[in-house]
């Protein structure tokens, strides 16, 4: 099927102006870098991210997932296939003690929605920059919570395109990864059980999280968070700044000086230059401390 007829059937499946063709994926990422898209889609509800991924397994097109863009880093070749962007699918609601939240919708609103309730749980996220499908992925987490703590479910796309609800216990959610992955479904929304709680005591905590995380993480480039995993019995900022790695660069792509573990957009960069730069780190840490830097951002793309 040639690319004109491909267009056509996937604009029968979504708005016309859902369908992006040979679009730059730079404009979708946190780190301000990505190659271009054959065709990027943006669902507006789950029959439509069904179809659009049926339509693709037929047709043999490799079907790639894509948040918010803020825990990915997409190489300068761009993504050849279909990419399923799920950011229109945002809405949260609230179930007794329970807050349902669709993929799209980013986890920091998904906090702010619990604390306006009143419900406590999810204060670790409301700086945590993902989605809600991201943080199921990888089963994010900060400040000492993770999603693991405090999820029930998840509704999920399998591979055979059918829409089935799974249980925590089937996610096996773990440090950074969960069978999402490993079983090539799509994160489709997540129910979080929640307590009661203190408005006041959850807003503080909130707070004092927020003030935290602006103060020592490089907000002000672009970057894709933490580039790397903790290694067992270390943290992966010092191990880099013991190595006088702050502030080195390849091309645009330079270890913050604010905080070694994120590698930040300083002027252009390219995918090649940050991965040239994460290569490099690497490499100097191993032979520094004999420690193995495992990357936590999911590296996608062509050359």
Known sequence: MDKLMIENRLK??????????DEELNKYTYTKIGGKADFLLFPTDYKQVQDAYQFALEV???????????????????????VINLTKLVDITL???????KCGAAIIDTSRFALKH???????????????????????????????????????????????????????LGYRTSSIDKNGWVAL????????????LIKEKMDELTFL???????????????????????AGKLIQDSGLQGTQIGGAQVSTKHAGFIVNVDKATAND??????????????????????????IGEE
């Open 189 to 200: 929304e997540g129910t979080f059980s929640l307590s009661e709680g203190n408005h006041d």
């Open 60 to 82: 043999d097109l490799p079907v790639t997932i894509l948040g918010n863009g803020s825990n990915v880093l997409i190489r300068d070749g761009g993504i050849r296939g279909v």
């Open 12 to 21: 029968e499946i979504l708005p016309h102006d859902n369908v992006k063709i």
């Open 95 to 101: 179930e007794n003690n329970k807050v349902i939240a």
């Open 118 to 172: 009143s419900l406590t749980g999810l204060e670790f996220a409301c700086g945590i920059p993902g989605s809600v499908g991201g943080a199921l992925y990888m089963n994010a987490g900060a400040y000492g919570g993770e999603v693991s703590n405090v999820l029930e479910s998840a509704k999920v796309l399998t591979k055979q395109g059918e829409i089935i609800t799974v249980s925590k216990e089937e996610l096996e």
């Open 274 to 299: 940050y991965l040239s730069l994460i290569h490099h780190v690497q490499k100097t840490v191993k032979q520094n401390y004999n420690v193995d830097l495992e990357t936590e951002v999911r590296i």
């Open 213 to 235: 995380r602006e103060s020592k993480q490089p907000l002000e480039f672009p970057s894709c968070g933490s580039v790397f995993k903790r290694p067992p019995n270390h943290f």
